[in-house]
């Protein structure tokens, strides 16, 4: 069982819906990241966090997700606009500090647009 | 930027024989660790084994990879492929950025 919990485990939403996702990251990591694996099971990196802050993101994220950690509660991955090609599994990731043995997936969001 | 390398996208082997999964990179950092991932169906990717050292070999449950920074590669190893190691295994770098992940490779063990 992954220390790092996320939900939905399954999202399905129509074209043009937000769509969200949570994650809790392990206890005392302030570290964490969100990828996107695609179809062909293709890790893309989306952003992360430290803390509350964010530390790198990529111009998808920027402009149609939109991401926070805030404290005492789940970071949350939300797409403001649903596309297509946003189907795929969102996998959200935490570390002491990211460069480390500790690095932890969870088991992921499935969003299925339709 | 930094770049990870998996040549194969589907490595189908049988039962008993050695397994090779192949991982290069290109990265301008000195400090660097590499890891190996392996991730079973509708489960989170987990660490399989990991490395910093050049040129030490570094095993965990059967498998086994040695840092060659000379050859900037860090392939992935198994004397006896074993049905329950058909899954996915990617070939990681962690630096001071977002760790990197190669675009996977899927083992397929055969009978």
């Known amino acids: 069982n992954s220390k790092v919990i996320q939900t939905p485990r399954y999202l399905v939403k129509g074209q043009g819906q937000k769509a969200k996702m949570r994650c809790i990251p392990e206890?005392?990591?302030?570290?964490v990241f969100w990828y996107q694996q695609n179809k062909n099971n293709e890790f893309k990196f989306l952003i992360n966090?430290?803390?509350?802050?964010?530390?790198?993101q990529i111009d998808m994220t920027e402009k149609r997700f939109s991401a926070e950690c805030p404290s005492n509660s789940p970071c949350s991955l939300e797409i403001q606009s649903s596309e297509a090609g946003d189907s795929a599994l969102y996998l959200c990731?935490?570390?002491?500090?990211?460069?480390?043995?500790?690095?932890?997936f969870g088991s992921g969001t499935r969003l299925l647009v339709i | 930027g930094d770049s990870v390398t998996q040549t194969e996208g589907l490595v189908t082997v049988t039962e008993g024989l050695p397994v090779k999964l192949n991982c290069t990179y290109q990265?301008?950092?000195?400090?660097?660790?590499f890891f190996w991932y392996v991730q079973y169906l509708n489960e989170a990717p987990q660490v399989l084994l990991k490395s910093s050292t050049d040129n030490k070999r570094t095993e965990h449950q059967g498998f086994h990879a040695t840092l060659h920074k000379s050859s900037s590669s860090f392939h992935l190893q198994k004397s006896s492929a074993q049905l329950s190691d058909s899954a996915l295994y990617y070939c990681a770098l962690h630096n001071n950025n977002a760790p990197r992940f190669g675009a996977g490779t899927k083992l397929s063990v055969k009978p």
């Open positions: 990265t301008t950092y000195l400090t660097i660790a």
């Open positions: 966090f430290q803390n509350q802050e964010v530390l790198q």
């Open positions: 206890k005392g990591h302030p570290v």
């Open positions: 990731a935490s570390s002491l500090s990211g460069t480390g043995s500790d690095y932890t």
